[in-house]
């Protein structure tokens, strides 16, 4: 009996081991000749990247035919024009980075180019694989930390990757395959981790090496922008759900579960001063909300009654946005209670700027708005020759 008791116990301690779930250290290819045509990467070094002095009399506007040029604020003409080699359809639906002077343009063929804010010289190019009859890259910002700069994008087999490339030259640093073939969410970069949702997972990386360090699985698909209070991450579903989680192994601190109706935060969230501010929109009233990112706690909630917010920011203490029908609205940050709200004759497709005060700049189908909050005079800045149908987004960011 002392025999078999002893094997017994050898058994349940070989199924104990086993059967848990093993520690998340799988590695990924860094090795770009190893990989598919449809997911190599291509770099071509035209010169030596370097730290450049800002122009800041200008502003960075990405065109939505998917043309980005630099327009002096001051000459009131444009300095440099990049396109894209051979755009799969005239498109921006990207946004631009600026780091150490260097402007990282990701196009939606899959190239992203690095170029001098003050002259448009390019440093690189990169191309994210082969694809030409597709959307490659979309609603993605390149997020440039330590050397690397991590981006998402969509390839041809019916998958999508996260690319870490080097800032020296656009060259593969580290990828890894994901689980959706629409990846069009923007990672994090936090303490020295990368945090990248796909389809229902959550995925933390090592930033250096690539290598997953933790990953999480939910109900719904993960379908919001992380983002970090600079103790936690936060992020929600496709539908109503907002999650708080740790960063190191996605323990679930706390859930905030939006009101019958109401779905789809996406890239409308920020965090300040450990608060977190978020938008849903809704089929019959759209809110903006405020909550404790300790706790989960409520703190203000702001409705919009049939209508639906399209995006916010934060400037100056004050949450900036406008609405799917053209209300421009400016909320008190501290109470929600709003400071400021006019229907536009012009309807925004871009994020909102705030070159100084009592201006603001945003982009519509005609050209760029510069709006003077004090006469609620719509300038139109910049005049496109052309108004195309069936806009998507614009992109602009005020060089400083």
């Given at each position: 009996m002392k025999t078999n008791l002893i094997t017994l116990l050898f058994v349940f301690a070989v199924i104990n081991t086993f059967g848990q779930t093993p520690a998340v250290s799988k590695t990924t290819n860094t090795n770009?000749?190893?990989?598919?045509?449809?997911?190599?990467?291509?770099?071509?070094?035209?010169?030596?990247?370097?730290?450049?002095?800002?122009?800041?009399?200008?502003?960075?506007?990405?065109?939505?035919?998917?043309?980005?040029?630099?327009?002096?604020?001051?000459?009131?003409?444009?300095?440099?024009?990049?396109?894209?080699?051979?755009?799969?359809?005239?498109?921006?639906?990207?946004?631009?980075?600026?780091?150490?002077?260097?402007?990282?343009?990701?196009?939606?063929?899959?190239?992203?180019?690095?170029?001098?804010?003050?002259?448009?010289?390019?440093?690189?190019?990169?191309?994210?694989?082969?694809?030409?009859?597709?959307?490659?890259?979309?609603?993605?910002?390149?997020?440039?930390?330590?050397?690397?700069?991590?981006?998402?994008a969509q390839n041809q087999n019916g998958s999508s990757n996260i690319y870490a490339l080097d800032t020296k030259d656009g060259s593969l640093a580290w990828?890894?395959?994901?689980?959706?073939?629409?990846?069009?969410?923007?990672?994090?970069?936090?303490?020295?981790?990368v945090f990248v949702p796909s389809a229902s997972n959550l995925y933390v990386f090592d930033a250096n090496t690539g290598k997953v360090l933790a990953q999480k699985s939910f109900d719904q698909s993960m379908h919001s922008k992380p983002v970090t209070d600079g103790e936690n991450v936060f992020i929600a579903n496709e539908k109503d759900v907002l999650f708080a989680l740790t960063p190191d192994k996605l323990d679930i601190l706390w859930q905030f579960k939006l009101p019958e109706d109401q779905y789809n935060i996406k890239e409308r969230i920020f965090t300040k001063d450990k608060k977190l501010y978020f938008a849903a929109q809704g089929t019959t009233v759209s809110s903006v909300y405020a909550v404790d990112s300790k706790t989960g706690t409520q703190i203000w909630k702001r409705d919009f009654q049939n209508d639906n917010v399209e995006y916010i920011t934060e400037d100056s203490d004050n949450i900036w946005g406008?609405?799917?029908?053209?209300?421009?609205?400016?909320?008190?940050?501290?109470?929600?209670?709003?400071?400021?709200?006019?229907?536009?004759?012009?309807?925004?497709?871009?994020?909102?700027?705030?070159?100084?005060?009592?201006?603001?700049?945003?982009?519509?189908?005609?050209?760029?708005?510069?709006?003077?909050l004090s006469t609620k005079d719509e300038d139109l800045y910049y005049m496109r020759t052309s108004i195309k149908d069936d806009v998507y987004t614009a992109f602009l960011k005020i060089i400083r």
């Open positions: 770009n000749k190893t990989l598919p045509p449809s997911e190599q990467v291509t770099n071509k070094a035209v010169s030596g990247l370097k730290k450049v002095p800002l122009d800041e009399a200008s502003i960075l506007i990405y065109d939505y035919d998917g043309a980005l040029f630099s327009y002096d604020l001051e000459s009131e003409q444009i300095g440099w024009t990049v396109k894209a080699t051979s755009p799969f359809t005239e498109m921006c639906a990207n946004k631009v980075t600026i780091s150490n002077g260097v402007v990282y343009i990701p196009f939606i063929n899959g190239e992203i180019v690095a170029v001098d804010n003050q002259s448009g010289d390019v440093f690189w190019k990169s191309r994210l694989g082969n694809i030409t009859d597709q959307i490659v890259l979309k609603d993605q910002v390149p997020v440039v930390n330590n050397g690397k700069l991590y981006i998402t990828t890894y395959k994901l689980d959706t073939p629409t990846n069009d969410i923007p990672v994090l970069f936090f303490n020295n981790k406008y609405t799917k029908k053209g209300r421009l609205f400016q909320l008190d940050i501290n109470n929600g209670e709003i400071a400021f709200e006019l229907k536009l004759t012009t309807q925004p497709i871009s994020n909102i700027e705030f070159p100084i005060d009592d201006t603001i700049f945003y982009y519509c189908d005609a050209g760029l708005i510069k709006f003077d």
